[in-house]
T-cell receptor, first 115, second 113 residues
Framework: AQKVTQAQTEISVVEKEDVTLDCVYETRDTTYYLFWYKQPPSGELVFLIRRNSFDEQNEISGRYSWNFQKSTSSFNFTITASQVVDSAVYFCALSNNNAGNMLTFGGGTRLMVKP | EAGVVQSPRYKIIEKKQPVAFWCNPISGHNTLYWYLQNLGQGPELLIRYENEEAVDDSQLPKDRFSAERLKGVDSTLKIQPAELGDSAVYLC???????????FGQGTRLTVV
C-alpha cells in the first residue's frame, strides 16, 4: 500500500514571504516517483515536478524549490518570495509499479497569499 | 499544443438519471486516467487505460459506472443511475506512458440533486 500525507491543510502568508509545503510518503517499493501539482481556483491540476526515487538531488526552478529526502520519506516544496498568484491548492503525489502506476494523491495544502 | 479537453464543464442532474462525461487526451498520449475529486480532497483514481485497454479499474464502482476508450483516443465515463453521493469533480488526465507526468483537464463538476 502507498500513502501520501500533507499535514498542513491550509497555510496563509503575506506576499514576499517564503513558504514550505510538507509532503511525507509511504511505499514499500524501492522504485517510485514523486510529483507536485498545483490546482488554482479554475480547477485544472497543473504539473509542477516529477522526481524518481534514485534522484535525491534538490531542484530549483525560479522561485520554486524541492527538497527530496529518502531518509525521512519527505518531498517538501518551497516557494520563495510568494506572490498572490501562488494562491492555490497544492498536491503531492506518488506512483510506483507495484501500485499499478496509479497516482496516489495527498489531501492537498491550500495556500493563501495575501497582498 | 492542446491540453486535455473535457466536456461538459458543469452538469446538474436529478438522482437516478444517467450522465456521461467526455475526454479528449493530449495527442500521442497512450495512458488515460479518470479521477474522482471530492470537495477538499485529493483526486482518487477510478480507471486507467493503456491505449484502449482498461488496465486498472479496481476503484470503479461497476454497478453504476462504466467507461470506454474507443480506438485508444477519446474516452467516455458514464454513471447510470446517478446517486446524490456521486456529486464531485470528475477529472480526466493523460500521460505519454505510465509513471510519467500526467496532464489534467479542467474537470467536469457534477451535481446530483
Amino acid at each position: 500500500a502507498q500513502k501520501v500525507t500533507q499535514a498542513q491543510t491550509e497555510i496563509s502568508v503575506v506576499e514576499k514571504e517564503d513558504v514550505t509545503l510538507d509532503c511525507v510518503y509511504e511505499t514499500r517499493d524501492t522504485t517510485y516517483y514523486l510529483f507536485w501539482y498545483k490546482q488554482p481556483p479554475s480547477g485544472e491540476l497543473v504539473f509542477l515536478i516529477r522526481r524518481n526515487s534514485f534522484d535525491e538531488q534538490n531542484e530549483i526552478s525560479g522561485r520554486y524549490s524541492w527538497n527530496f529526502q529518502k531518509s525521512t520519506s519527505s518531498f517538501n516544496f518551497t516557494i520563495t518570495a510568494s506572490q498572490v498568484v501562488d494562491s492555490a491548492v497544492y498536491f503531492c503525489a506518488l506512483s510506483n509499479n507495484n501500485a499499478g502506476n496509479m497516482l496516489t494523491f495527498g489531501g492537498g495544502t491550500r495556500l493563501m497569499v495575501k497582498p | 499544443e492542446a491540453g486535455v479537453v473535457q466536456s461538459p464543464r458543469y452538469k446538474i442532474i436529478e438522482k437516478k438519471q444517467p450522465v456521461a462525461f467526455w475526454c479528449n487526451p493530449i495527442s500521442g498520449h497512450n495512458t488515460l486516467y479518470w479521477y474522482l475529486q471530492n470537495l477538499g480532497q485529493g483526486p482518487e483514481l477510478l480507471i486507467r487505460y493503456e491505449n484502449e485497454e482498461a488496465v486498472d479499474d479496481s476503484q470503479l464502482p461497476k454497478d453504476r459506472f462504466s467507461a470506454e476508450r474507443l480506438k485508444g483516443v477519446d474516452s467516455t465515463l458514464k454513471i447510470q443511475p446517478a446517486e446524490l453521493g456521486d456529486s464531485a469533480v470528475y477529472l480526466c488526465a493523460s500521460s505519454l506512458r505510465e509513471n510519467t507526468e500526467a496532464f489534467f483537464g479542467q474537470g467536469t463538476r457534477l451535481t446530483v440533486v
